[in-house]
């Protein structure tokens, strides 16, 4: 359970506003435009118009900011480590400060930084996708959006029921291999007593019985579902049945228009 | 009533058999198989108990049925239907099995999902499935459970929701594979109240493969297996009677029993209780009489 605290993944957080009402298949579709969006902004202007829109629509689904900045942060190294590569790489404009070889340019602060902000903006802003909606919910909709290519010989029913599999059993299998990491502290195995070699011999040692077990699941689940009448690509009926209203058209049409302002300015 | 213990036309008394095995065999190696020259016949309605040491083949001998696992030879009929590639799927109808290990068998991410996964593979439509979601949620007493996750959830709360999901498909066998060994006690009586009940609506077929003492005297009827084979059919008092039989099947005497074995050893007549309330209104009356 301790695991799934820190696990943002997946999970929803209830509180009803109208984000949270929308189709998933529109909020899908918003969140692919919104990439597009991050991708075409080149200027501090649009970076303000498109920190203005998401804070908005952030604000306005009630789940409190502290969340959002808790998916980015696990991402903050590789950030960092963007805007070092960005800074230390291009050597373009003014210079700011130099030290024999070692030279920092205007333009090279600046791309760092805005690759920093982007990524910032597209974790936290695609983070509202999970926290509003329900697995199950997000991956009906994801069958949605894949339809039109089952004709290309894809099927979304495979790659929906893998995605929802996975998803409910990370947290159990997490929960295992804690439980095994425990069961190898108790017979002496101390991690943190270990260098760094023996760490990762032991991260073998872990691996090999969460993966062993991971299969006995599998075979169990294939079982469980064989024998509840499951067949691969048979027809089914749905329980939840997605609606498209004038909400989730609106909702769209508002990325459009971001879109096209962004590219204007 | 008398009427379904009368004796039957072949035609109709066909229809009585639930499960039939004419000697069935499985192996991946024919020269070691894990079963061979099964025969059983199993009448609607009936609770039959399987036991058997650990690696007899009990968990093989059911998934024989609905074809999770492939015989390799002789005849299995399920509710009249021959067991065949294109029965397959008219089978699993017919069969509803809850396992071992409660994670394992949730298949939905919450509750809700996991029972309208069978639901909607049966192609329902929503009315139908929304009337049978809530009567079996309501029925296991887990409606108040619908949206929450398995991690959330009790073993067996799980286990619930397991029998929730096969019990809304409507079949007409339900299969326990030792379903009840990962559950405490309290969980363990909950379970066993449950298929009492199930047995009383007379709808239900029950196989249930157990260790478990309460479990087998609950039932009509034992069927043991040993080394692949079946060494007894029996009714479970005729198997607690048998001490050679409990051994072969590594099987413990229920705790009345035991007790009563003892008293009788001391020169106390206590009979045979059922259970130990029983046991207990036979033994009070020795105090008081001296």
């Not at chain 2, 249930?208 to 043991?224: F, S």
Request: aromatic residues 8%; proline residues 4%.
């Amino acid at each position: 359970m301790v695991m799934n605290e820190k696990l943002l993944l997946g999970r929803s957080i209830e509180t009803g506003s109208w984000v949270h009402r929308l189709d998933a298949r529109a909020k899908l579709t918003g969140m692919i435009v919104y990439v597009a969006i991050i991708l075409l902004s080149r200027s501090w202007l649009a970076l303000a118009l498109l920190a203005v829109f998401s804070l908005t629509v952030m604000a306005s689904t009630r789940i409190p900011l502290k969340y959002f900045i808790k998916a980015a942060k696990p991402l903050r190294y590789l950030m960092l480590f963007i805007f070092i590569v960005q800074m230390l790489s291009v050597k373009e404009g003014a210079v700011w400060f130099s030290a024999g070889s070692f030279s920092l340019h205007e333009e090279g602060l600046r791309l760092g930084a805005f690759s920093v902000i982007r990524m910032v903006f597209l974790i936290t802003f695609t983070a509202l996708l999970t926290f509003t909606t329900t697995p199950g919910k997000l991956n009906q909709g994801l069958e949605g959006i894949l339809s039109p290519f089952r004709r290309l010989g894809l099927s979304p029913d495979r790659i929906t029921l893998m995605i929802s599999i996975a998803l409910r059993f990370i947290p159990t299998i997490l929960d295992e291999a804690q439980i095994i990491m425990k069961a190898q502290a108790s017979r002496g195995a101390d991690l943190q007593e270990l260098s760094l070699k023996e760490k990762a011999k032991m991260l073998v040692s872990l691996l090999v019985p969460v993966i062993s077990s991971a299969f006995r699941r599998a075979q169990d689940l294939v079982y469980s579902m064989e024998a509840r009448g499951f067949r691969m690509d048979a027809r089914r009926s749905r329980y939840h049945r997605p609606k498209w209203g004038g909400a989730d058209t609106a909702f769209i049409a508002m990325f459009v228009v971001l879109g096209i302002a962004i590219v204007i300015l | 009533m008398n009427e379904t213990y009368r004796p039957v036309h072949a035609a109709a008394g066909e229809e009585q058999i639930s499960v039939s095995l004419k000697e069935v065999s499985f192996g991946y190696d024919p020269e070691h198989p894990i079963l061979q020259d099964i025969t059983l016949a199993v009448p609607q309605g009936q609770w039959v108990s399987i036991v058997g040491p650990n690696g007899c083949g009990k968990s093989t001998l059911v998934k024989l049925l609905n074809a999770l696992l492939p015989k390799s030879g002789g005849e299995i009929v399920i509710c009249g239907h021959k067991l065949e590639e294109e029965t397959i799927s008219d089978i699993r109808q017919c069969i509803g099995m809850v396992f071992q290990n409660p994670d394992n068998q949730f298949i939905g991410a919450t509750v809700e999902e996991d029972i309208l996964f069978g639901l909607e593979g049966l192609c329902l439509p929503y009315a139908e499935m929304e009337s049978r979601l809530h009567v079996y949620a309501a029925k296991l007493g887990i409606d108040h459970l619908m949206s929450k996750h398995p991690g959330e959830l009790s073993g067996g709360q799980k286990q619930r929701v397991a029998i929730a999901s096969i019990l809304a498909m409507e079949p007409g066998i339900v299969i326990f594979d030792e379903a009840s060994s990962m559950l405490d006690e309290g969980s363990r009586n909950e379970l066993l109240g449950i298929l009492q009940e199930m047995r009383t609506e007379g709808k239900y077929t029950i196989l249930m493969i157990t260790h478990d003492a309460d479990e087998i005297l609950a039932a009509d009827r034992v069927v043991a297996l040993a080394g692949g084979q079946i060494i007894a059919d029996v009714t479970p008092e005729e198997l607690f009677r048998d001490e050679v039989l409990l051994a072969e099947c590594h099987l413990q005497m229920p705790y009345p029993w035991r007790l009563a074995r003892e008293l009788h050893r001391r020169g106390i007549d206590a009979g045979v209780a059922a259970d130990e309330k029983e046991l207990i209104d036979r033994i009070w009356p020795f105090n008081y009489n001296k």
